[in-house]
């Protein structure tokens, strides 16, 4: 069964791969809603800077997250 933590560390292989990712996609892909998307987002901003001192960005021309 793929739960909440299952999509969180696809998100964070896909972050840590250097892939950017689009909310349209990864919605569509995972069957979660954009405000579950953001919720997920927030939670590996907060982990990732907290642990690594690194920060997920928006970028808008690309229209993906990114790791930075």
């Not at 998307?37 to 907290?50: D, V, W």
Request: aromatic residues 20%; hydrophobic residues 40%; positive net charge.
């Amino acid at each position: 069964m793929k739960n909440k933590s299952y999509y969180l560390l696809l998100l964070y292989d896909e972050l840590r791969a250097g892939k950017g990712i689009r909310i349209t996609e990864c919605c569509g892909k995972y069957e979660i809603s954009v405000a579950t998307f953001r919720r997920y987002i927030a939670f590996l901003r907060g982990y990732f800077g907290e642990l690594y001192g690194r920060e997920i960005v928006y970028d808008a021309e690309k229209a993906a997250y990114f790791l930075k």
